[in-house]
């Protein structure tokens, strides 16, 4: 079993804190539409995208075992 990052778009406002956590995984286009560049859930990247889960101020982030 995986880890993977989800993220609920109907929550999503693309306002970017995780973007600013991590931006190997999460990336805003030019029409400010939030972008998973990296799904997979490492133990190089697992404390930053906690961090992103725990500050995205709608709780749209999410870890799920896939």
Not at 34 to 51: A, C, G, M, R
Request: charged share 30%; aromatic share 4%; with cysteine.
């Amino acid at each position: 079993m995986t880890r993977k990052v989800e993220v609920d778009f109907g929550l999503c406002e693309s306002n970017g804190v995780c973007v600013g956590i991590i931006p190997e995984v999460f990336d805003l286009d030019d029409d400010d539409y939030l972008h998973v560049l990296s799904d997979e859930v490492t133990s190089q990247n697992e404390q930053q995208i906690d961090d992103a889960v725990r500050q995205c101020p709608r709780q749209a982030i999410s870890i799920v075992d896939k």
